[in-house]
């Protein structure tokens, strides 16, 4: 018996996370991507843990130019980590070995996105690229976007 439910227990922890593989043809802004997959189907994919600048912030623009650069017209690996409030699928996305997600936040062109990732590792890319005032953080006081969306 005792078998039986350390089994039911650890169950989730044995469950493979889904991967989607594609192609990106399309790019929003910095933290949204379409994704053709190999049936023809789209996908929106919402990159996971991060919130890049609004199209009209600073940053904006140059956060959704450096998506592009990353992912634009190549195969993408997804590691889907659930779907969001408007039904785009919510992941990590690959390119080879390269995680734009962590990338975004390295060049300092996405925040933390705490309110949904408590992940520490994200946390302290965004610190190392605020104490190196990269991209957004080169500003004195830059506006997150979740905060830009309520004006």
């Given amino acids: 018996m005792r078998t039986f439910l350390l089994f ?9 996370t ?3 593989t594609g192609k990106v043809v399309g790019v929003s802004d910095g933290d949204t991507i379409v994704l053709l997959l190999f049936d023809n189907t789209e996908v929106r994919v919402r990159l996971e843990g ?9 940053f ?3 956060a959704k130019q450096a998506t592009a650069k990353m992912c634009w017209n190549k195969e993408v690996r997804i590691l889907k980590s659930g ?10 996305v690959y390119v080879g070995d390269t995680c734009v997600n962590e990338e975004l936040l390295k060049m300092g062109l996405a925040w933390h996105y705490k309110k949904y990732n408590s992940d ?11 104490e ?8 004195p006081n830059p506006v997150a976007p979740w905060d830009f969306r309520h004006k």
Avoid: M, N
Avoid at 50 to 58: A, F, H, L, S, T
Avoid at 120 to 130: G, N, R, T
Avoid at 132 to 139: A, E, I, Q, R
């Fill in 8 to 16: 039911i227990l650890l169950l989730p922890f044995w469950q493979e």
């Fill in 18 to 20: 889904e991967t989607i």
């Fill in 50 to 58: 991060i919130d890049c600048p609004e199209k009209k912030q600073d």
């Fill in 60 to 62: 904006g623009e140059k």
């Fill in 83 to 92: 779907i969001d409030r408007y039904g785009r699928t919510l992941g990590f």
């Fill in 120 to 130: 520490k590792h994200y946390a302290e890319l965004e610190q190392i690229a605020k």
């Fill in 132 to 139: 190196g005032k990269v991209g957004l953080w080169s500003h």
